[in-house]
């Protein structure tokens, strides 16, 4: 099937969210997989501008993010930039008493100083909004365990900045 460039935003966001815990599950850092997931969607629209037929998207854009997910662990990374860019939009909240007295910016940092299961877990939790029972089979841990590192995130959360 062949795709128009004027569907691509459509599509993108069918994609984003299956494709984006995809990503994220295979990177440790938030900026990591935000760079991977920019890739993947630019070389999904130049495939579908160039107007290759593409018979199943979800598993070609799969495909582009496996080879994307290959090309990064190839790579050697000599600097790590610390969140260039928030990964939750201004409209999406961690939680609302805690944004109501901060800036994300400032709970970002904080979150990047949490062990990286507690990282993923706040991820796939407020930005995806995955259960915990779908989070704990993405990251093959129990959910129990999720459960208790994102409660236990947010009560430092609120301790630091309430």
């Given at each position: 099937?062949?795709?128009?460039?004027?569907?691509?935003?459509?599509?993108?966001?069918?994609?984003?969210?299956?494709?984006?815990?995809?990503?994220?599950?295979?990177?440790?850092?938030?900026?990591?997989?935000?760079?991977?997931?920019q890739n993947v969607m630019l070389s999904l629209f130049k495939a579908i501008k160039k107007g290759h037929d593409?018979?199943?998207?979800?598993?070609?854009?799969?495909?582009?993010?496996?080879?994307e997910l290959s090309k990064f662990y190839k790579t050697t990374i000599e600097e790590q930039i610390?969140?260039?860019?928030?990964?939750?939009?201004?409209?999406?909240?961690?939680?609302?008493?805690?944004?109501?007295?901060v800036s994300e910016a400032l709970i970002w940092k904080e979150i990047k100083h949490l062990d990286h299961l507690t990282q993923q877990a706040l991820v796939l939790k407020y930005k995806y909004d995955l259960s915990?029972?779908?989070?704990?089979?993405?990251?093959?841990?129990?959910?129990?365990?999720?459960?208790?590192?994102?409660?236990?995130a947010i009560l430092h959360l609120q301790e630091k900045f309430l």
């Amino acid at each position: 099937m062949r795709y128009s460039p004027a569907e691509f935003e459509k599509l993108y966001n069918t994609l984003k969210k299956p494709i984006g815990i995809y990503v994220f599950s295979k990177v440790r850092h938030i900026d990591d997989a935000q760079d991977i997931m920019q890739n993947v969607m630019l070389s999904l629209f130049k495939a579908i501008k160039k107007g290759h037929d593409i018979d199943n998207l979800e598993d070609y854009t799969y495909k582009i993010a496996r080879s994307e997910l290959s090309k990064f662990y190839k790579t050697t990374i000599e600097e790590q930039i610390l969140f260039e860019e928030e990964i939750i939009d201004e409209s999406e909240q961690l939680h609302e008493d805690t944004l109501n007295h901060v800036s994300e910016a400032l709970i970002w940092k904080e979150i990047k100083h949490l062990d990286h299961l507690t990282q993923q877990a706040l991820v796939l939790k407020y930005k995806y909004d995955l259960s915990y029972s779908q989070m704990a089979k993405q990251l093959n841990v129990s959910a129990s365990t999720l459960k208790y590192k994102v409660s236990q995130a947010i009560l430092h959360l609120q301790e630091k900045f309430l």
